[in-house]
Nanobody, 124 residues
Framework: QVQLVESGGGLVQAGGSLRLSCAASARAFSSYSMGWFRQAPGKEREFVAT????????YYADSVKGRFTISRDNAKNTVYLQMNSLKPEDTAVYYCAASSALNLLRVATRYDFWGQGTQVTVSS
């Protein structure tokens, strides 16, 4: 069982930055691919970014590419999402997730464990 706890959400003006953190309880954290998803009111949960556990490959949604950066610190069992140039359409609850898979990591069903989410609100 892996427990994930997100933090770092909040209210920010458009153009601003936030850094989300996700602390994991996993013993073999380095063996999990870690992803970020988000869900806005009335919309389906969507993929944001992921960091595959093997080879350190990262993937991003087109909507955040160039603005968001995912990183991980295996020594601290933590994954981060640095969000820059935030837009009002980035407003959502952001979820951290862990997967033992190496492929199809843009798909939410590939993830086995989820955090409770942290709210990000971007004002215009």
């Amino acid at each position: 069982q892996v427990q994930l706890v997100e933090s770092g959400g909040g209210l920010v003006q458009a153009g601003g930055s936030l850094r989300l953190s996700c602390a994991a309880s996993a013993r073999a954290f380095s063996s999990y691919s870690m992803g970020w998803f988000r869900q806005a009111p009335g919309k389906e949960r969507e993929f944001v970014a992921t960091f595959a556990w093997s080879a350190g490959v990262t993937y991003y949604a087109d909507s955040v590419k160039g603005r968001f950066t995912i990183s991980r610190d295996n020594a601290k069992n933590t994954v981060y999402l640095q969000m820059n140039s935030l837009k009002p359409e980035d407003t959502a609850v952001y979820y951290c997730a862990a997967s033992s898979a190496l492929n199809l990591l843009r798909v939410a069903t590939r993830y086995d464990f989820w955090g409770q989410g942290t709210q990000v609100t971007v004002s215009s």
